[in-house]
């Protein structure tokens, strides 16, 4: 998209990480591993051809003179760090201007960018994206996924009433479906096996 700032949100184990790292892999771009450091001077990135310990890891593409960057678990970021890559992002007139910006994290960083964003400039070219939690029937669709990619072939060993437990009790969220679901199965397993 166009806009400066692109905001992903959702609850931790929704699947932000997982959506960033699948784009990386699959895009025809060429994108590299630096860190953002804002220090005291103003000077913004390290390269990833310096490692440097300190700063927080990003993605950059480097199209022109004014890189596109993506961070993931960008709630974690220090308010230095995320402040730097907002006024980078949003201000006219930004010493070393970021393209475009793509925050991966949860939703109390929206308050933050939101925040901080106000403070810097008038201009809003923000766009949120939140990513909801699965319905039961995505549940089970994404359980049978799952199950496939696993190598297993045989009748899905979720039923309806497993499925609606594991749903409910994970809120939809795909981290802790996984959970659930391989709890689920041990404990299936183990009663089995108990009654043998």
Same mark, same amino acid.
């Given at each position: 998209?166009?806009?400066?700032?692109?905001?992903?949100? %959702?609850?931790? /184990?929704?699947?932000?990480?997982?959506?960033?790292?699948?784009?990386?892999?699959?895009?025809?771009?060429?994108?590299?591993?630096?860190?953002?450091?804002?220090?005291?001077? %103003?000077?913004?990135?390290?390269?990833?051809?310096?490692?440097?310990?300190?700063?927080?890891?990003?993605?950059?593409?480097?199209?022109?003179?004014?890189?596109?960057?993506?961070?993931?678990?960008?709630?974690?970021?220090?308010?230095?760090?995320?402040?730097?890559?907002?006024?980078?992002?949003?201000?006219?007139?930004?010493?070393?201007?970021?393209?475009?910006?793509?925050?991966?994290?949860?939703?109390?960083?929206?308050?933050?960018?939101?925040?901080?964003?106000?403070?810097?400039?008038?201009?809003?070219?923000?766009?949120?994206?939140?990513?909801?939690?699965?319905?039961?029937?995505?549940?089970?669709?994404?359980?049978?996924?799952?199950?496939?990619?696993?190598?297993?072939?045989?009748?899905?060993?979720? %039923?309806?009433?497993?499925?609606?437990?594991?749903? !409910?009790?994970?809120?939809?969220?795909? /981290?802790?479906?996984?959970?659930?679901?391989?709890?689920?199965?041990?404990?299936?397993?183990?009663?089995? !096996?108990?009654? !043998?």
């Amino acid at each position: 998209g166009g806009d400066l700032l692109v905001l992903i949100i %959702g609850e931790a /184990g929704c699947g932000k990480t997982t959506m960033l790292n699948r784009y990386l892999a699959s895009s025809k771009s060429e994108w590299t591993s630096a860190r953002i450091h804002a220090d005291p001077k %103003g000077v913004g990135t390290g390269s990833s051809e310096q490692p440097s310990p300190k700063g927080y890891p990003v993605y950059v593409l480097q199209r022109s003179a004014h890189p596109i960057v993506m961070v993931d678990d960008a709630h974690q970021l220090p308010k230095k760090e995320l402040e730097f890559l907002i006024q980078e992002a949003l201000v006219p007139g930004s010493q070393h201007k970021i393209k475009q910006l793509v925050l991966f994290g949860e939703s109390d960083l929206h308050t933050a960018v939101t925040s901080l964003a106000a403070s810097l400039s008038t201009q809003r070219a923000i766009d949120k994206i939140y990513l909801p939690g699965l319905t039961e029937r995505q549940t089970a669709d994404f359980l049978r996924h799952r199950l496939k990619i696993a190598g297993y072939r045989g009748d899905s060993p979720f %039923g309806a009433d497993a499925i609606k437990a594991i749903h !409910q009790k994970a809120g939809g969220v795909p /981290g802790p479906i996984i959970d659930r679901a391989r709890q689920w199965l041990i404990d299936q397993y183990s009663n089995q !096996q108990e009654g !043998q």
